[in-house]
């Protein structure tokens, strides 16, 4: 498995602001993704963050809005943008690790971000 | 468009019993399906996984069921605990073209286990 840490684990932020998340992985992973999930509700693919090279958005999420940056292969940022109330939610980073023959991802333990 | 859902979205037992949560999938192109624990106010932790090669899979008091034939996926937990108590949350991941290392997850089932 991967150790993986995210700052700052939570922040309230006023509306029309940004915030900046950070993800830093133990190991070098090639594989690093951003998930959203809203209060009470299950976890959203927003983007995979590749390094070197521009994120890949889902459905939903536009790169104005949810900046990402991969400078490396064990760090990686989410921004949010212009927030607003709807923003509030947990936002969590995850990697592809494994020994080779079986990678599966692994969760940082979140952020939790409530917008006013 | 593809999902992966759960019958039950809560389950409570007694402490000591057998704890059973299901999930369907409507994506037959998904070949690695995963169980995630989440306890309040913490992240995902991995539990179980498995492939479509395989029909069960069987970890420390863990045990899931794959049923492709109907598209569903069974945690089965023995002698549930107190701290068993979570949001257990079923995942898809569907393998090759652009879809590869993406989950879709299902809704959760909040299992509360009373001692």
């Known amino acids: 498995s991967a150790v993986i840490s995210q700052k700052p684990s939570r922040d309230i932020c006023q509306r029309g602001t940004s915030l900046t998340i950070q993800c830093q992985v133990d190991s070098q992973v090639t594989m690093m993704f951003w998930y959203r999930q809203q209060p009470g509700q299950s976890l959203t693919l927003i983007a995979t963050?590749?390094?070197?090279?521009?994120?890949?958005?889902e459905s939903g999420f536009v790169i104005d809005k949810f900046p990402i940056s991969r400078p490396n292969l064990t760090f990686s940022t989410l921004t949010v943008s212009n927030m607003s109330p709807e923003d509030s939610s947990i936002y969590l980073c995850?990697?592809?690790?494994?020994?080779?023959?079986?990678?599966?991802?692994?969760f940082g333990p979140g952020t939790r971000l409530t917008v006013l | 468009g593809e999902s992966v859902g759960l019958h039950l979205p809560t389950l409570s037992v007694q402490e000591g019993d057998n704890s059973i949560i299901n999930c369907a999938y409507s994506?037959?192109?998904?070949?690695?399906f995963i169980w995630y624990k989440q306890e309040s106010g913490k992240g995902p932790q991995f539990i179980i996984d498995?492939?479509?090669?395989?029909d069960k899979r069987q970890g420390q008091r863990v045990t899931v069921l794959l049923n492709k034939t109907v598209k569903h996926l069974s945690l089965q937990i023995a002698a549930t605990q107190p701290g068993d108590s979570a949001v257990y949350f079923c995942a898809e991941n569907r393998a090759g073209g652009t879809s590869y290392g993406k989950l879709t997850f299902g809704q959760g089932t909040i299992l509360t286990v009373h001692p």
């Open positions: 994506n037959s192109a998904s070949d690695y």
């Open positions: 963050a590749n390094q070197g090279s521009e994120a890949t958005y």
């Open positions: 498995i492939r479509s090669n395989m």
């Open positions: 995850s990697v592809e690790a494994g020994t080779g023959k079986t990678d599966t991802q692994y």
